[in-house]
């Protein structure tokens, strides 16, 4: 029937892998397979925003009502993980066994994936020391370069004589810089 949950042999089977796990028949022939997990303030905003979208543009139909209670779900905190349809008896072990297969897989590409990202942060670490380094010696160079430059006055001698003006001519000696 409509709405009942798998049996408990089976839901102690998916506990035991994940103890938020939930399986239970959403139409008939149609099991939904899922965690309850705490929401944030951004999933209750969407969520709460397509279930008001529901209830204004969806007509009143079983449709509608069941979407209806699915966002009130996922709005308690409904993680939907997989949907399974069968055609008669519901093989409950098959779906045992592929969320074993998919929490394993999970772990453990969770696991490779921080391992990546502690390598890559091992790299960008080399890359910033590296860097660093070319920044300090660039600063030395620079600060070397400008005591070099200071060090002794050093000018660009001037001459300029303006035309004469009244019969004298005007020398400006040198300028230093």
């Known amino acids: 029937m409509v709405g009942d949950k798998a049996p408990d042999g089976i839901l102690r089977q998916l506990r035991e892998i994940d103890f938020t796990a939930d399986l239970f028949e959403w139409e008939d022939g ?67 066994n592929d969320f074993r297969k998919a929490d394993h897989i999970s772990r453990h590409r969770l696991e490779e994936e921080f391992e990546a990202l502690v390598a890559k942060s091992d790299i960008e670490e080399r890359h910033t020391g590296i860097i660093k380094r070319a920044r300090e010696q660039m600063y030395a160079q620079a600060k ?34």
């Open 30 to 96: 149609d099991w939904l397979l899922g965690c309850w997990r705490p929401n944030n303030m951004a999933r209750v905003e969407r969520l709460g925003k397509a279930l008001d979208r529901v209830r204004r543009e969806y007509p009143n139909s079983d449709y509608r009502d069941k979407l209806i209670r699915f966002y009130e779900m996922c709005l308690d905190g409904f993680r939907l993980i997989d949907r399974y349809t069968f055609e008669g008896e519901p093989e409950f072990g098959h779906i045992v």
């Open 144 to 177: 070397e370069s400008f005591r070099f430059v200071m060090r002794k006055r050093r000018g660009i001698v001037v001459n300029r004589t303006v035309k004469p003006h009244n019969g004298v001519a005007d020398t400006y000696g040198d300028l230093r810089l």
